[in-house]
């Protein structure tokens, strides 16, 4: 279940087909016959996450494609499609002009260059970390190589024109990031769980901590029991 990103009212919900993954419209009800819903054909999405991050009041979509292909190099891409689009809007959504993604013209996409990234693994809203009424919002590349340590980069949400106009028709490079997590060392499966969140520990606490997890960290041994790893805000409004 994701959040009311057609504002009509009620949460949409996400399954997965033999044709890709569809969007269902919360006010057509839980059957998959008769409404209206929209199936995304052309990208491999594995994970999603909805949230404020236009600070427009309505809920956007986040999808990860970690084996997303751009040039030569598969590296990942993590898209966001601004909430509120029309039917028209949506039909268009896979219409891009440079193969890669989304349509520019109406999302915006984040892409990697290094090869076997898997930019997208996980993707996840965090909350408004810097109180500037908009949502914000992480991608992981957990990398599972032994040359390139896993990283979770975290995004400032902000109005969708100020998205597309720094994107200008192309997916936003590795660097436009705000903060940039790195893993301890390579194979760490750092990023590779679909889950993050961030924790006020007190009332009226402007400096949250925001927790990720790599599921293959040795914790000092041999093993691969994992970790979850804290950063405080101070290291993450750099």
Request: proline fraction near 5%.
């Amino acid at each position: 279940v994701v959040g009311d990103f057609d504002a009509g009212g009620l949460s949409e919900y996400l399954f997965s087909t033999a044709q890709g993954l569809r969007v269902r419209r919360g006010e057509d009800g839980l059957s998959d016959t008769g409404g209206w819903s929209y199936t995304f054909t052309t990208l491999e999405i594995e994970s999603v996450a909805s949230l404020d991050v236009t600070g427009d009041f309505i809920d956007d979509l986040l999808i990860g494609v970690p084996e997303e292909t751009s040039g030569d190099v598969a590296a990942g891409y993590v898209g966001l499609i601004p909430g509120g689009l029309s039917e028209g809007q949506l039909l268009q959504l896979e219409q891009t002009t440079n193969g890669v993604g989304l349509n520019p013209g109406i999302a915006v996409g984040f892409s990697d260059s290094v090869e076997r990234a898997n930019f997208g693994t996980a993707v996840c809203g965090v909350g408004d970390l810097n109180n500037d009424g908009f949502g914000d919002f992480i991608g992981t590349a957990p990398a599972m190589t032994r040359e390139f340590p896993g990283e979770a980069r975290l995004y400032l949400g902000r109005p969708m024109e100020t998205f597309l106009d720094q994107a200008a028709g192309q997916p936003l490079p590795r660097g436009t990031e705000t903060t940039r997590f790195l893993a301890a060392e390579p194979g760490t499966g750092f990023g590779v769980v679909g889950e993050c969140s961030a924790l006020w520990p007190n009332p009226g606490d402007t400096q949250p901590y925001l927790f990720l997890g790599a599921s293959q960290d040795p914790l000092g041994g041999d093993g691969d029991e994992g970790a979850v790893f804290y950063f405080r805000n101070d290291a993450l409004a750099r």
